[in-house]
């Protein structure tokens, strides 16, 4: 139990690292950032070239860590837990599913805020910390 425990810490703060660096500097370029939500074919193609490079990211830095330290994952476990990762991101960069859980849950006026920070930025960050939690429980666990 331990050993797992381990693993999902290691990697846990792994996957944090990784998304920042892929979110906000190496994995998505600025017309990706601006149209991954547009509407049919073209929102979808430019969100998908933002989570491969995103998961290009990830991937480089977890096989690094996991070669580093030897830790032991399994290929069950990196693949669930890099698909999850992969399809939750998707699904939150799309907005529309951050927008609809903020205006459900009471908290519309803070998904429309703009300053002193912006709601649905900080709300799809958040969600994004969540999923990668999950992916590291199944990374560490499976």
Same mark, same amino acid.
Request: hydrophobic share 55%.
């Given at each position: 139990? #331990?050993? @797992? +425990?381990?693993?999902? +810490?290691?990697? +846990? /703060? $792994?996957?944090? /690292? *990784? ?9 998505? @370029? =600025?017309?990706? +950032? ?5 509407? %049919? &074919? ?6 998908? %070239? ?14 690094? $860590?996991? !070669?580093?330290? =030897? #830790? ?6 990196? !693949?669930? *837990?890099? *698909?999850?990762?992969?399809? @939750?991101? !998707?699904?939150?960069?799309?907005? &529309?599913?951050?927008? &609809?859980?903020? $205006?459900?849950? *009471?908290? %519309? ?5 703009? !300053?002193?920070?912006? %709601?649905?930025?900080?709300? =799809? ?18």
């Amino acid at each position: 139990m #331990l050993v @797992s +425990a381990i693993v999902f +810490a290691v990697v +846990a /703060a $792994t996957l944090y /690292a *990784g998304h920042q660096v892929a979110d906000h500097v190496l994995g998505q @370029s =600025d017309k990706q +950032a601006a149209h991954k939500a547009a509407p %049919g &074919w073209d929102g979808w193609r430019h969100l998908l %070239g933002h989570v491969v490079a995103y998961h290009l990211v990830v991937v480089v830095m977890l096989a690094i $860590t996991i !070669a580093a330290l =030897d #830790l032991p994952v399994t290929a069950l476990g990196l !693949a669930a *837990g890099l *698909g999850f990762s992969a399809v @939750s991101h !998707a699904f939150l960069d799309r907005r &529309w599913p951050v927008r &609809w859980l903020l $205006t459900h849950t *009471g908290s %519309g006026d803070f998904a429309d805020r703009q !300053a002193p920070i912006c %709601g649905m930025y900080l709300a =799809d960050q958040s969600l994004h910390a969540a999923c990668l939690w999950a992916s590291a429980l199944l990374i560490a666990c499976l």
